[in-house]
């Protein structure tokens, strides 16, 4: 069995960038599948973001012998009965396929996932997540289940609610923001005169010295509203350059979707899932 290789930082980097520097005779998308497949860890936790920003005296583990099976493709769940799943989805996987990505999605884990028990099982995405946001998915196990709960799907979700890490300290320790959305061409969305309405409520909830902690409630599920709400307050998510943030401390955008609460009409009750945050946000905000 080949060994770890353990290599210490000497100067600041991102991880993809070090890694090739230092995996002398692997290709680029060799590197590049170690982080894929969850091979490499920085102080002893599992890191996938290549910008992920290494510092002087940290430590890098490549782990070369793990299996990258569907077996190890799993996914957390949080809950889950004979009509539905609800999963943790990660930061940087995608809920569905695009033209780029085909196998490493949500959908295509859990597929895998309801296969194990029954071979002919499928599952339905009932609604998505940004690739980059982590938090609550649910799919469904069934087309009619799936159905049944997009019917009314925005009536019947009470309450979807985010914690974000913010930069810097906004002046306002709770607040509401509207604003009509648009989209442009190359899918950047920005607030304007007309568009899309978009309502999101936020409240500090932690301060540090560079960030905040934020618990954000939208009133509307529209695409990228919370990051652009927060960029037109002045204060971006951090990891969030595409939409203003100058910093990435933990390699990712701090977004993460941490409970749902809507009505499931199956079983005619009110269903709440929650998936904690990152302890990484709360380490930013000390």
Not at 161 to 190: C, D, F, N, Q, W
Not at 225 to 230: D, K, N, S, W
Not at 274 to 285: D, H, I, R, V
Request: charged residues 30%.
């Amino acid at each position: 069995m080949k060994k770890n290789t353990v290599i210490t930082v000497n100067e600041e980097c991102e991880l993809l960038k070090f890694l090739l520097l230092n995996l002398k005779g692997q290709s680029r998308n060799n590197v590049k599948a170690l982080l894929t497949y969850r091979q490499v860890a920085v102080d002893g936790e599992v890191r996938t973001a290549h910008n992920f920003p290494l510092k002087e005296g940290m430590t890098v583990e490549i782990i070369w012998e793990k299996s990258r099976g569907k077996e190890e493709r799993e996914l957390e769940i949080i809950y889950e009965d004979e009509n539905i799943i609800a999963v943790n989805k990660p930061a940087g996987l995608l809920s569905i396929a695009n033209e780029k990505e085909k196998e490493r999605t949500a959908y295509h884990m859990l597929t895998d996932y309801v296969k194990k028990k029954d071979k002919k099982a499928r599952v339905f995405v009932v609604h998505r997540l940004d690739k980059d946001t982590s938090g609550v998915l649910v799919v469904a196990k069934s087309e009619e289940v799936k159905l049944a709960l997009q019917e009314k799907w925005n009536e019947n979700v009470s309450r979807r609610e985010y914690v974000a890490v913010i930069e810097g300290r906004p002046k306002e320790s709770k607040g509401t923001i509207k604003s009509y959305l648009r989209e442009t061409r190359t899918h950047l969305v920005y607030s304007a005169e007309s568009g899309d309405l978009a309502v999101t409520n936020y409240e500090v909830v932690r301060e540090g010295a560079q960030y905040s902690m934020v618990r954000v409630q939208i009133a509307t599920g529209k695409k990228n509203q919370i990051r652009v709400h927060m960029q037109d307050m002045g204060h971006p998510i951090a990891g969030d350059k595409k939409y203003g943030a100058k910093t990435s401390p933990i390699g990712r955008l701090a977004l993460h979707a941490n409970i749902l609460e809507f009505y499931y009409p199956i079983k005619d009750t009110m269903l709440t899932l929650e998936a904690k945050y990152p302890a990484s946000f709360k380490k930013l905000t000390k």
